[in-house]
């Protein structure tokens, strides 16, 4: 996907949401967008898009996701059923294209994490960091 069709559809996606610090989440979006390699700051854009709101995978493909974007989004996207351990683990070992392209991501995002002060209700992030780095060097 274009990546300013990327930030368009995150901007217009997250339109006022906040994180519980209280700040806009696309202002975390655009630090994760700097922290990642052009290849991957259009996932970067997305990667809380389906998550949390009403934006779905066919508008995103209609838009230009490709295949290997929508499988890296799928991975990214923690399932309501789903411990969050258990979607980091999916994330750290899943493997091919979309497995090290979500990797990419989710490491730029946790780092964006670790970085805030913590607050309650904050998952255990430098936990998920270790497991994602871990899974990058036995996936490859």
Request: proline share 5%.
């Amino acid at each position: 996907m274009d990546q300013a069709v990327a930030k368009s559809v995150a901007h217009d996606s997250h339109i006022r949401q906040r994180d519980r610090r209280g700040v806009l989440i696309v202002e975390h979006l655009a630090r994760v967008v700097a922290a990642v390699p052009a290849e991957a700051q259009p996932l970067a854009w997305l990667h809380d898009v389906l998550e949390h709101s009403p934006t779905t995978t066919s508008e995103l493909c209609g838009q230009g996701l490709t295949p290997v974007e929508l499988d890296a989004l799928d991975l990214l996207t923690r399932r309501a059923d789903e411990s969050y351990e258990l979607y980091i683990l999916r994330v750290a070992y899943a493997r091919g294209a979309a497995g090290r392209l979500a990797r990419v991501v989710k490491l730029a995002e946790l780092d964006d994490h670790i970085a805030r002060p913590w607050v309650a209700g904050d998952p255990p992030y430098a936990w998920a960091r270790r497991h994602i780095a871990v899974g990058c060097a036995r996936v490859a």
